[in-house]
């Protein structure tokens, strides 16, 4: 319950924070926002972040499933030149990597060094919510609250 609270207010601090970004839009490809007018969320993640955090690539799923937000997976870590390694298993959403450059500068400009990170763009790319990577799966819940939350208010 408490890392719930800490969730909570984590968001809401981070949503009082992003007034000085949020007038400029997120570069992104037009065919990675909305097709007709829905948020966008960008899960950005590392290849060591799928095992650890998918409860929460659940949670993002079944988000997209329920056609609530545009979600997109965006790993900011590539193979070096051409070496073989594992594949990014499928989180049930999207995997963009033509994204990670704009991706990680953003992550970056608001702050954040580890991964996984949840921005969510409203339907003109402008960021509106970002959560930290959740300590457990009572804080993975409570960060789907805050995005269902902010998805619902205009």
């Keep these: 319950m408490a890392a719930a609270a800490g969730v909570l207010l984590a968001a809401c ?7 000085a970004l949020a007038e400029r839009p997120v570069r992104l490809p037009v065919a990675a926002r909305g097709p007709d007018g829905r948020p966008t969320l960008l899960y950005l993640f590392q290849r060591a972040d799928c095992i650890r955090h998918a409860a929460l690539q659940r949670r993002w799923s ?28 499928n989180p049930g959403f999207p995997v963009r990597p033509d994204l990670r450059k704009e991706a990680e500068r953003l992550m970056l400009e608001l702050g954040y060094r580890t991964t996984p990170v949840t921005v969510l763009l409203d339907r003109h790319g402008r960021p509106r919510l970002l ?16 995005v269902r939350a902010a998805l619902a208010s205009p």
């Design 13 to 19: 601090a981070v949503a009082r924070a992003l007034p």
């Design 131 to 146: 959560l930290p990577p959740p300590a457990d799966e009572a804080a993975a819940e409570a960060e789907e609250r805050v």
């Design 62 to 89: 079944g988000l997209r499933r329920a056609g609530r937000a545009v979600v997109l997976g965006v790993p900011l870590d590539e193979l070096p030149g051409g070496e073989r390694g594992p594949r990014t298993p």
